[in-house]
C-alpha cells in the first residue's frame, strides 16, 4: 500500500494525516506511560506522590513559616490544586522538548507525522494528573470547604485544555529548536524553575494589587489554569478579563508552536 507525502501549512495541526497514523500515536503515549513507571516499586503511584509530597513541603515552609496568604482557602488545598497544573506544564514541556531526540531513530527511518512526537509527550502528563485527581478530591472532602460543584465540572476541564494547549505549544517550539541548537536542553531546567516562580502555584495571583501588574501577570498561560481551577470555590469571584488574556496568550503560544514546529520539520530527519 503506497502513501503519498503531501505538503502541510505551517499553521496547520495536520488532524487528518494524524488520524490516519493514530494507531501510532497510541503506541507512543502508552509506550512512554509505560517505560516511565517501568521497574519503579511504587509504580503509577508516583503521579500521585511527587505532588502529594510537595504540597505538604509547601504547606509547611510556604504557610506556616512564611505565612502565605491563600485566599481563604486551606492551603493544602490552594497548593494542590496549582501543582496539579503545574505538573502537566513542567513535566510536559520537559518530555516534549526533548522528544525529538529521544526518538531521534525512528525519525530518520521512517516517515510519520512528527507533531505526535512531542503531543505524546504532553499527554503522558495528563496522564499522572487524571491520577493526582483523586488525592484533589480527597482533599475536599478531608476539608469540607465549600465547592460549587457547577464550576467544578465546567472549569476544571477548561483549565486542563488551557494548560495542555499551552504546553503543547511552548513544547513545540522547544521540541524544534533543542533539535536546531542543543543549548536548549541545558537551558530548560533553569526556564521551568524559573517559571514556577511567576507563576501562582505557592502564593495567589491577588496579592498584585496593581492592574498593569495584574494583567502582565495574566499572560502566563498556567495562571490563568490555576485561577480557574481555585475559582470552584463559592467564595472565590472569577475574573474573566484576566482568564481572557491567559486564553488569548494560550492561543498565541500554541499557533507560534505549531508555526515554528512546521517550518524546521522538513530537516529533523538530517540534523536530529
Known amino acids: 500500500m503506497s502513501y503519498t507525502i503531501k505538503p502541510v501549512s505551517r499553521f496547520s495541526l495536520g488532524l487528518p494525516e494524524i488520524w490516519e497514523f493514530r494507531e501510532l500515536f497510541y503506541y507512543f503515549v502508552w509506550r512512554d506511560i509505560k517505560v516511565r513507571y517501568k521497574q519503579t516499586i511504587f509504580g503509577v503511584l508516583w503521579a500521585i506522590l511527587q505532588p502529594l509530597m510537595l504540597m505538604?513541603?509547601?504547606?509547611f515552609v510556604?504557610?506556616?513559616?512564611?505565612?502565605?496568604?491563600?485566599?481563604?482557602?486551606?492551603?493544602p488545598i490552594f497548593a494542590y490544586s496549582g501543582l496539579m497544573f503545574w505538573n502537566i506544564f513542567?513535566?510536559?514541556?520537559?518530555?516534549?522538548?526533548n522528544s525529538l531526540l529521544t526518538n531521534s531513530r525512528i525519525v530518520k527511518k521512517i516517515y510519520f507525522p512528527r507533531l505526535?512526537?512531542?503531543?505524546?509527550?504532553v499527554l503522558v502528563s495528563v496522564f499522572d494528573f487524571l491520577m493526582a485527581l483523586s488525592v484533589y478530591f480527597v482533599l475536599l472532602l478531608y476539608y469540607q470547604h465549600s465547592v460549587n460543584v457547577l464550576r467544578l465540572v465546567t472549569l476544571l476541564p477548561l483549565a486542563l485544555l488551557i494548560t495542555v494547549f499551552s504546553t503543547c505549544g511552548m513544547g513545540y517550539l522547544l521540541a524544534a529548536l533543542n533539535v536546531k541548537y542543543r543549548d536548549f536542553k541545558y537551558a530548560l531546567p533553569f526556564f521551568i524553575q524559573m517559571l514556577l516562580f511567576i507563576s501562582p502555584i505557592l502564593y495567589p495571583s491577588?496579592?498584585?494589587?496593581?492592574?498593569?501588574?495584574k494583567y502582565a501577570f495574566a499572560l502566563n498561560p498556567v495562571a490563568g489554569a490555576v485561577n480557574l481551577s481555585r475559582s470552584i470555590f463559592i467564595d472565590k469571584p472569577i475574573e474573566w478579563n484576566l482568564i481572557g488574556i491567559s486564553l488569548v496568550s494560550t492561543l498565541f503560544v500554541f499557533v507560534l508552536?505549531?508555526?515554528?514546529?512546521?517550518?524546521?520539520?522538513?530537516?529533523?530527519?538530517d540534523i536530529v
Open 62 to 75: 510556604f504557610k506556616r513559616a512564611l505565612n502565605i496568604p491563600s485566599d481563604d482557602i486551606p492551603y
Open 116 to 121: 505526535i512526537i512531542p503531543t505524546s509527550a
Open 90 to 97: 513542567s513535566t510536559g514541556l520537559s518530555n516534549a522538548a
Open 56 to 59: 505538604i513541603t509547601f504547606s
Open 206 to 213: 491577588s496579592i498584585f494589587k496593581g492592574d498593569y501588574a
Open 257 to 269: 508552536g505549531v508555526y515554528f514546529f512546521r517550518k524546521e520539520e522538513a530537516f529533523f530527519a
